[in-house]
């Protein structure tokens, strides 16, 4: 199995429908986030999440919302999503700048999403 | 604004040429990864520095600190080295990513 593992992989959705990526991880780090990538942009955070009880809006967070159900689990939602929300979606871990760091950042195969 | 700049952008190599590929930062960071994505999308982590110059294969990542500079190295490159490669800062608890450098090694 992946370390990140993310669903859907590939999703077409209309405006104004409702849509959950999620991903899962078997790394054991407390630290998640969300990314979007769209073609000739770098990577943008969307939320990230420290801990369970800990969320945190990125650069890019309008439009978006997030769940961390578990220190494993961590869903980012669309709530009524429109086109320019096409694009490319990464979750990620790390346990940099933990206790035990030991510098790892892992990224999911990525979800690619269509609004039309 | 960015804190983090990649070139070149795009780069074409014929098999075998040494290939290099650098980043600039703006702010004291944490640790710098080098990133590589290859088309389909998944992101792999190849390096993590934080001094100094690491190794793995033919990829050789160097880190200048006070320069605020990191090279990626890839010796005796070959069509499978094709991918986009992306740098990212870590700094203020968070990752900063460079726009990519997109590989493509010719046979």
């Known amino acids: 199995d992946a370390d990140v593992t993310q669903t859907p992989r590939n999703r077409i959705t209309k405006t104004g429908k409702r849509i959950m990526l999620e991903c899962s991880q078997t790394k054991g780090h407390d630290r998640m986030y969300w990314y979007r990538q769209d073609p000739g942009l770098g990577l943008q955070l969307i939320y990230y999440s420290f801990d369970v009880k800990d969320i945190n809006k990125g650069e890019i967070s309008d439009g978006y919302s997030v769940s961390r159900q578990a220190q494993a689990k961590f869903s980012l939602s669309l709530e009524s999503a429109i086109p320019n929300q096409t694009a490319l979606y990464f979750c990620a871990t790390s346990d940099t700048g933990t206790s035990s760091n030991t510098g790892e950042l892992f990224f999911g195969e990525g979800s690619r999403l269509t609004v039309l | 604004k960015n804190e983090v700049e990649q070139s070149p952008q795009n780069l074409t190599a014929q098999e075998g040429e040494f290939i290099t590929i650098n980043c600039s930062y703006s702010?004291?960071?944490?640790?710098l990864h080098w990133l590589q994505q290859h088309p389909g999308g998944g992101i792999v982590s190849l390096f993590m520095l934080s001094s100094g110059k690491k190794k793995h294969g033919r990829l050789i990542a160097t880190i200048n600190i006070q320069e605020k500079h990191s090279s990626l190295h890839i010796t005796a490159s070959h069509p499978r080295d094709s991918a986009v490669y992306i740098c990212?800062?870590?700094?203020?608890?968070?990752?900063?990513f460079g726009t990519g450098t997109s590989l493509t090694v010719i046979p």
């Open positions: 702010v004291g960071i944490s640790a």
């Open positions: 990212a800062a870590f700094f203020g608890n968070q990752f900063y």
